[in-house]
């Protein structure tokens, strides 16, 4: 039913109460969905979306990384601290070289799924 503000109003409170109970018992808790609201402001930055992607397609040193995007390693190296601590990517030495990858299988899931539903 549409009010005269036109808002839409249930004529019953809770007329589908099964449906509200089964979904309420399903949620999460407000911290992990909060965790989940965190994960995804991550990837509301074209910065860190481009290096998952550079990631996504080979492991990359910070300089070969800085020289693809046309960015000063200072930025890829601030923007990978915050992909590391959401657990995004995950780093390797060689020596003196850090190799960054993404860090496991959901990352690369997420981002395929993403370039997909964007592209339809």
């Given at each position: ?7 839409e ?26 965790d ?6 991550i990837?509301g930055?074209?910065?860190r ?7 996504f397609e080979?492991?990359m ?15 890829i190296?601030h923007?990978l ?9 995950k ?8 190799f960054?990858?993404l ?5 690369r ?12």
């Amino acid at each position: 039913m549409i009010d005269q503000n036109g808002v839409e109003r249930c004529e019953f409170i809770h007329a589908h109460e099964e449906i509200v109970k089964k979904v309420n018992e399903q949620m999460p808790d407000d911290e992990i969905l909060y965790d989940l609201a965190e994960l995804f402001k991550i990837f509301g930055d074209s910065t860190r979306i481009k290096i998952l992607y550079v990631l996504f397609e080979s492991e990359m040193c910070v300089c070969d990384i800085a020289q693809l995007l046309n960015m000063t390693q200072s930025a890829i190296s601030h923007q990978l601290r915050a992909l590391k601590q959401s657990k995004l990517v995950k780093y390797r030495r060689d020596g003196k070289t850090v190799f960054y990858s993404l860090a496991d299988s959901h990352v690369r899931t997420i981002l395929g799924q993403g370039m997909e539903h964007v592209a339809e």
